[in-house]
């Protein structure tokens, strides 16, 4: 059974940056497609970021296009998210969660499509 926890939430000001952690326990990350998602107070959960197993495939939501970088290192199971210019819009709690199968690509960012999730990480953006 895989198991995800995210670390590195916090509060930062507005301009500031921080880098989450999601680390995989249980089963490797190779054969897993991770993808970060976040929710803010009042709203549906929104697809953040997808890497593919191999990396080889990398999307960003538009609204982060630019500020965040999405990367995996295998070897220690465990998949980052760098965020740089935050602003008060990415406050919100962040998940990481995969799956083990390919999906559409139209779906990558669709929480629905996901079997395993971490507990979550908050971020508040705020001066």
């Known amino acids: 059974q895989l198991q995800l926890v995210e670390s590195g939430g916090g509060l930062v000001q507005p301009g500031g940056s921080l880098r989450l952690s999601c680390a995989a326990s249980g089963l490797s990350l190779n054969y897993y497609h991770v993808a970060w998602f976040r929710q803010a107070p009042g709203k549906e959960r929104e697809g953040v970021s997808y890497?593919?197993?191999?990396?080889?495939?990398?999307r960003y939501a538009d609204s982060v296009k630019g500020r965040f970088t999405i990367s995996k290192d295998n070897a220690k199971k465990t998949v980052y998210l760098q965020m740089t210019s935050l602003n008060s819009e990415d406050t919100g709690v962040y998940y990481c969660?995969?799956?083990?199968?390919?999906?559409?690509?139209?779906?990558?960012?669709?929480?629905?499509?996901?079997?395993?999730w971490g507990q979550g990480t908050q971020v508040t953006v705020s001066s």
């Open positions: 969660a995969a799956r083990s199968s390919y999906v559409d690509t139209d779906l990558i960012l669709d929480p629905r499509m996901y079997s395993y």
């Open positions: 890497i593919s197993s191999t990396a080889g495939t990398i």
